[in-house]
Nanobody
Framework: VQLQASGGGLVQPGGSLRLSCVVS????????MAWYRQAPGNQRDMVAV???????RYAESVQGRFTISRDNAENTVTLQMNGLKPEDTAVYFC???????????????WGQGTQVTVSS
């Protein structure tokens, strides 16, 4: 079981990026899925979270600019980021809470992180 994130890169201020994360392997009932980010010297902070009914909430700093979505059939979570600002620069991590079939124990799972750099 693993989470594989993709879609990071370098973009100019005001630009857009789309991050995707797929959960692969034998899993059972993925609950919350989310994106976190961590800038150098800072803690890892929640950016957006979505439950398995599609209810979403966002960090105040990204409200109105970022949109999180998920595809329960494909076990994917996506973060559409518009109006990017230099302060959005960070490593972005996908997150999911679920049990793998092997253990049937619910726990937190993390992807490997993808760099997003907003700079002119």
């Amino acid at each position: 079981v693993q989470l594989q994130a993709s879609g990071g890169g370098l973009v100019q201020p005001g630009g857009s990026l789309r991050l995707s994360c797929v959960v692969s392997g034998d899993v059972f009932l993925i609950n919350d899925m989310a994106w976190y980010r961590q800038a150098p010297g800072n803690q890892r902070d929640m950016v957006a979270v979505i439950n398995n009914d599609g209810g979403a909430r966002y960090a105040e700093s990204v409200q109105g600019r970022f949109t999180i979505s998920r595809d329960n059939a494909e076990n994917t979570v996506t973060l559409q980021m518009n109006g990017l600002k230099p302060e959005d620069t960070a490593v972005y991590f996908c997150y999911a809470h679920f049990a793998d079939i092997a253990s049937m124990v619910e726990r937190d799972w993390w992807g490997q992180g993808t760099q997003v750099t907003v700079s002119s």
